[in-house]
């Protein structure tokens, strides 16, 4: 609803909803479960330099109703919580544009270690395995492909799932011997499923609308995800039944378009020169006439000249008034 902030909500079988906690400003609406621990990243922006921002972890206890920041600076994005809420992998991108996964303890927010990422994926919604030993997680290179695949937690070697390709990726959620995910291989953005041996995507949902943030529900033997429409998204459950899923080709995952034959890569034709930084005085070019103002409202005439400083760190008016 729009009329409400994003907040955790607990949802039982009957339908009955219960707010748990509400979410501060986000990147995006997302949050992880383990033990008894919910994590999420908030955005934090510094009172009185207004484009210098950071992502912190929030953690909120169930059992003791509270919620604390384990982060103060940096910036984290899709904190995940391992199974006993003990540790959480999280995507820490630093000034320099450099991705790497840290594993964070998830009461103090100490970081236990941070994994190398030579070829520097960019890391999202990191899941741990049952053992703890690796996490899976959705990758995507410098050329804008994504990949799924798991992440040693110890060394940071990688085990590519599927290869590279142009389709987009939502979290990853693993059951047994199936990873449930979203994706836009087909038309619209539908859930598949995907053995890890075999890297090959099962379309799971049907119909013309979206569904998204698949989980599983080991009772009913149904996957759990949200259907999108006009009126907002809704919980909807579907089969498990991997007899009635049908394979997909990936492809490159290009989408097809009309063309000229003329197309070039304009990238490739930009000169690469370096400069060398040196400081620059405020009181440089101190005049600058931008815009004016006239007002003519009898009895009152008036004209007004503006003008600022090149770092818009001085400005001054002048005019007359009749």
Same mark, same amino acid.
């Given at each position: 609803?729009? %009329?409400?902030?994003?907040? $955790?909500?607990?949802?039982?079988?009957?339908g009955k909803?219960?707010?748990? !906690?509400?979410?501060?400003?986000?990147?995006?609406?997302?949050?992880?479960?383990?033990g008894?621990?919910?994590?999420?990243s /908030?955005?934090?922006?510094?009172?009185?330099?207004?484009? @210098? %921002?950071?992502?912190?972890?929030?953690?909120?206890?169930?059992?003791?109703?509270?919620?604390?920041?384990?982060t103060?600076?940096?910036?984290?994005?899709t904190?995940?919580?391992?199974?006993?809420?003990?540790?959480?992998?999280?995507?820490?991108?630093d000034?320099?544009?450099?991705?790497?996964?840290?594993?964070?303890?998830?009461?103090?927010?100490? !970081?236990?270690?941070?994994? &190398?990422n &030579?070829?520097?994926?960019?890391y999202?919604?990191?899941?741990w395995?049952?053992?703890?030993?690796?996490?899976?997680?959705?990758?995507? %290179?410098?050329?804008g492909?994504?990949?799924?695949m798991?992440?040693?937690? /110890?060394?940071g070697?990688?085990?590519?799932?599927?290869?590279?390709?142009?389709?987009?990726f939502g979290? &990853?959620?693993?059951?047994d011997?199936?990873?449930?995910?979203?994706?836009?291989?087909?038309?619209?953005?539908?859930v598949?499923?995907?053995?890890? /041996? /075999?890297?090959? &995507?099962?379309r799971?949902?049907?119909g013309?609308?979206?569904?998204?943030?698949?989980?599983?529900?080991? #009772?009913?033997? @149904?996957?759990?995800?949200?259907?999108?429409?006009?009126?907002?998204?809704?919980?909807?459950?579907i089969?498990?039944?991997?007899?009635?899923?049908?394979?997909?080709?990936?492809?490159h995952?290009?989408?097809e378009?009309?063309?000229?034959?003329? @197309?070039?890569d304009?990238?490739?034709?930009?000169?690469?020169?370096?400069?060398?930084p040196?400081?620059?005085?405020?009181?440089?070019?101190? $005049?600058?006439?931008?815009?004016?103002?006239?007002?003519?409202d009898?009895p009152?005439? @008036?004209?007004?000249?503006?003008?600022?400083? #090149?770092?818009s760190?001085?400005?001054?008016?002048?005019?007359?008034?009749?």
């Amino acid at each position: 609803r729009l %009329d409400k902030i994003n907040a $955790i909500y607990k949802v039982n079988p009957a339908g009955k909803v219960d707010h748990i !906690v509400g979410l501060g400003s986000q990147h995006e609406a997302h949050f992880s479960m383990g033990g008894d621990r919910l994590a999420w990243s /908030e955005i934090r922006v510094h009172p009185r330099w207004v484009r @210098e %921002d950071h992502s912190v972890i929030i953690v909120y206890d169930l059992n003791k109703n509270s919620k604390s920041q384990i982060t103060t600076k940096g910036k984290y994005f899709t904190p995940g919580l391992d199974a006993s809420g003990q540790k959480i992998a999280a995507l820490h991108t630093d000034s320099l544009g450099n991705h790497n996964l840290h594993i964070l303890d998830a009461k103090s927010g100490k !970081v236990l270690n941070v994994l &190398p990422n &030579p070829s520097n994926y960019y890391y999202a919604y990191p899941t741990w395995s049952a053992d703890n030993k690796k996490v899976l997680t959705t990758a995507r %290179d410098d050329s804008g492909r994504m990949s799924l695949m798991y992440v040693d937690v /110890e060394s940071g070697k990688v085990n590519v799932i599927m290869h590279w390709s142009y389709h987009i990726f939502g979290r &990853p959620l693993q059951y047994d011997n199936w990873i449930y995910v979203t994706s836009n291989i087909d038309d619209t953005d539908h859930v598949y499923a995907i053995n890890p /041996e /075999e890297g090959i &995507p099962y379309r799971v949902t049907k119909g013309p609308k979206s569904y998204y943030s698949p989980t599983y529900d080991p #009772v009913n033997d @149904e996957i759990i995800c949200g259907e999108y429409s006009v009126q907002g998204n809704r919980l909807k459950r579907i089969s498990a039944d991997a007899r009635n899923w049908k394979t997909r080709n990936m492809g490159h995952g290009e989408k097809e378009f009309a063309t000229s034959g003329k @197309e070039r890569d304009i990238l490739s034709e930009v000169p690469q020169k370096s400069y060398t930084p040196k400081k620059y005085s405020k009181w440089a070019h101190p $005049i600058n006439f931008h815009s004016a103002n006239v007002t003519l409202d009898d009895p009152v005439y @008036e004209i007004e000249v503006l003008a600022e400083n #090149v770092l818009s760190s001085i400005g001054f008016s002048t005019g007359y008034r009749y």
